[in-house]
């Protein structure tokens, strides 16, 4: 069965500072994905990046930038020069390939609430 | 293109009653998920659709049911609501037309409140 973790329940950040979201994930699965959204206080979760287990490449965009590593199952999120605006609920997914019916079953984490204080 | 919309936002609802949301995915999206999110359970996936069809489903009992129409607009209905079943319920629709899993992109959410 798959598995996300973040054990990171609350973080609290000065503006300016970086920030890494941790997540771990549990899969059986050699071919799978990973996501992470941003849920402010909104509610609608926004769309960060998808990674598939074949890309252990590290990105970056702006700010952002995610480090895969499949050795340890880990899909960690930083933020570099957080602001406030970078306040909100971060959510790690994992969605493994179904084969047999094409479906799709994410799987998400518990979230991490960031709070970027001024 | 416009994004995944949810209607109503906002609800509120009785014990007993029964409650049907909808959902428009993004235009050429065929795959429609839907998912409860609540404070003690946190983001769990109830079913998806496809082409009008159940393909995957998550384990809530039966008054949790959905279905999917022609134009892949998809609808859930959850019959006798109970207290626990107060949550913000999100949509989220993707392509899924081929066997690689594709990002899904998700709607503002409808928050129902049971009383």
């Known amino acids: 069965a798959q598995k996300v973790t973040q054990a990171q329940t609350e973080i609290s950040v000065v503006e300016k500072e970086d920030v890494t979201l941790d997540c771990v994930y549990e899969t059986r699965d050699t071919t799978y994905y990973l996501f992470w959204y941003k849920q402010p206080p909104s509610g609608e979760l926004v769309f960060l990046i998808r990674?598939?287990?074949?890309?252990?490449q590290n990105e970056i965009s702006g700010r952002y930038s995610w480090n895969f590593q499949k050795s340890t199952s880990s899909f960690n999120f930083t933020i570099t020069a957080s602001q406030v605006v970078d306040s909100a609920v971060y959510f790690c997914?994992?969605?493994?390939?179904?084969?047999?019916?094409?479906?799709?079953?994410?799987?998400f984490g518990p979230g991490t609430r960031l709070s970027v204080l001024p | 293109k416009a994004g995944v919309t949810q209607t109503p936002r906002y609800l509120i609802k009785t014990r007993g009653q029964q409650v049907t949301l909808s959902c428009s995915p993004i235009?050429?999206?065929?795959?429609v998920s839907w998912y409860q999110q609540t404070p003690g359970q946190g983001l769990q996936f109830l079913f998806e659709y496809f082409s009008e069809t159940q393909r995957n489903k998550g384990n809530f009992p039966g008054r949790f049911s959905g279905r999917q129409f022609s134009n892949s607009r998809s609808e859930m209905n959850v019959s006798t609501l109970e207290l626990g079943d107060s949550a913000l319920y999100l949509c989220a629709s993707s392509l899924t037309d081929s066997l690689v899993v594709e990002t899904q992109y998700f709607g503002p959410g409808t928050r129902l409140l049971v009383l």
């Open positions: 997914a994992l969605s493994e390939s179904t084969w047999d019916n094409y479906g799709q079953n994410f799987v």
């Open positions: 990674r598939n287990s074949f890309d252990e």
């Open positions: 235009s050429g999206h065929r795959s």
